[in-house]
């Protein structure tokens, strides 16, 4: 059985499975503004539950309330819309590159701290690795390296959630 998760746990939880029920949400509603929204409530939803009663995967439960508040979306824009052609519905297209960008931004929150630092500092702050290097009291090569690697995990998994 699995003890209510403390507010650090919930933080944990939020950043690891938050940009999957993104990731869902975008690809069955195709719409990025109603799946910011489903995504925080399908999460607040899994994160209340998960205080009152065992559950024993959290991303699954997670996963199961989002895909559920889309299809509620998705039967009620059925019912308000009438009947839609499916062959004009598939050319909606929801901003590819807006899509990816919020996909790219959930991974790096999920990365390990050391390396989301340096994803941070590079591409937020604008440092060079010299900068970098001497803001976390490494070397310069270090900085390239734990960078480099940060970046073979970004890559890694931007490619897995993909298929």
Known sequence: MTQPVSTT?????YRKYRPKVFDLLVRRLRNVEEAEALAQEAMLRALQASKTKPIRSFGAFA????????TDVLRRRRFE?????????????PKPEQVELFRLRGLVEVLPPRYRQIILLRYEKGLSFAE?????????????ARHERA????RESFGK???
């Open 63 to 70: 996963m199961r309330i989002a895909h559920n508040l889309a």
């Open 161 to 163: 959630r993909r298929r």
């Open 151 to 154: 970046l073979d995990m970004l």
């Open 132 to 144: 970098i290097a001497r803001s976390l009291d490494m070397s310069k090569n270090g900085a390239f």
């Open 81 to 93: 819309g009438g009947w839609v052609d499916p062959e004009s519905a598939l050319v909606v297209d």
């Open 9 to 13: 746990e919930d933080a944990e939880l």
